[in-house]
């Protein structure tokens, strides 16, 4: 990852991109200006195989406005189980077989031509196995130190460190800055159960929903994952709604909503739409050649920029 910079010529750079001249922002850096801290953000989800390119797009968008973004991903896990021992049941024991590690890579996926934006990827392991150290499970002790060092590392450089885990369910409160949750939908709930009517036509209705049920709909379904045992509260920064289909709402309905989220504390920052975008990878980022693409990035600006002021706007603690 590129040398860190000093915090002058951080706020320096970031004045620059409201429109002030780079010299003059670096000497009002020296004068005891407090910058804004980089943030460390990291995305729930239940699912996140269809999620990929909404993340590509939000660190593109910022990219594109002139942050330097790093997405720092969790390389696969490099232990291998095997099973030892004949028979079943108790009989059949857990064996580990350590491998060799795979090097972390480092890949640069859009950079700006003439300013600072920056948009890298930066795959490594987060965390090691430690045979030789079990848990009271009789399972290897994890150590999760390499991701503690590979967010360091990246503070000094990036205004933005976008954390990409193989599991997006869980929080991360030792590492990430922000938590934003992120609401996958297949069947939007406009309507309360369909029923067929009696008649020729025999078709079929449901009772329609407001807004604001269709709201708590909405966090009963998509966002039960992150409450109840053995689950400790964490803070949330932001709802973020991605429809894998067409909606069958209009824009003042998906206000309602907005306003519904807001009220019962989940501060809303956009919708998606999955639906044109069937085909994307599974579990992908967007490849490079993506990411060159202004109508690609232009589809996740708006949420970008919300979400971006969601994480100014808040004090910066490790949750």
């Excluded at 700006?112 to 090691?128: A, E, I, K, N």
């Excluded at 009963?220 to 709402?249: K, M, T, Y």
């Excluded at 306003?259 to 501060?267: E, N, P, T």
Aim: neutral net charge; glycine residues 8%.
């Amino acid at each position: 990852m590129p040398k860190n910079q000093s915090t002058a010529a951080q706020t320096a750079r970031r004045a620059s991109r409201s429109g002030a001249k780079y010299t003059e922002a670096l000497r009002g850096a020296g004068t005891g200006d407090t910058p804004h801290a980089p943030h460390v953000l990291r995305f729930l989800a239940e699912r996140s195989g269809n999620l990929y390119y909404l993340v590509g797009g939000i660190a593109a968008a910022w990219a594109y406005s002139g942050q330097r973004v790093l997405l720092l991903e969790e390389a696969e896990d490099y232990w291998r189980w095997t099973m030892s021992g004949v028979g079943r049941g108790r009989s059949r024991r857990k064996k580990i077989e350590p491998a060799t590690p795979p090097e972390p890579t480092t890949t640069t996926l859009w950079a700006s031509p003439d300013g600072p934006g920056l948009l890298t990827r930066h795959t490594c392991m987060w965390q090691v196995r430690h045979a030789s150290q079990e848990s009271d499970r009789g399972l290897p002790r994890t150590d999760r130190s390499p991701l503690a060092a590979a967010v360091a590392g990246a503070l000094g450089t990036y205004d933005v460190v976008v954390l990409v885990p193989k599991h997006w369910s869980y929080p991360d409160r030792e590492n990430a800055t922000a938590h934003v949750v992120i609401g996958e939908i297949d069947v939007f709930p406009d309507v309360d159960c369909r029923t067929a009517l009696p008649g020729p036509g025999g078709e079929e209705k449901g009772v329609p929903l407001s807004p604001e049920q269709s709201a708590a709909v909405l966090r009963e379904r998509c966002l039960g994952f992150l409450f109840g045992f053995p689950h400790l509260p964490i803070a949330l920064d932001g709802v973020i709604w991605q429809s894998n289909w067409e909606l069958p709402v209009d824009a003042d309905y998906l206000a309602g909503v907005d306003r519904d989220m807001d009220r019962a504390g989940l501060r809303p920052l956009g919708w998606s739409l999955a639906g044109q975008r069937r085909s994307d990878p599974h579990r992908q980022l967007p490849e490079p050649d993506q990411l060159k693409d202004s109508d690609f990035v232009q589809r996740y600006q708006a949420i970008a920029q919300r979400l971006r002021t969601a994480l100014d706007a808040r004090p910066v603690i490790r949750s």
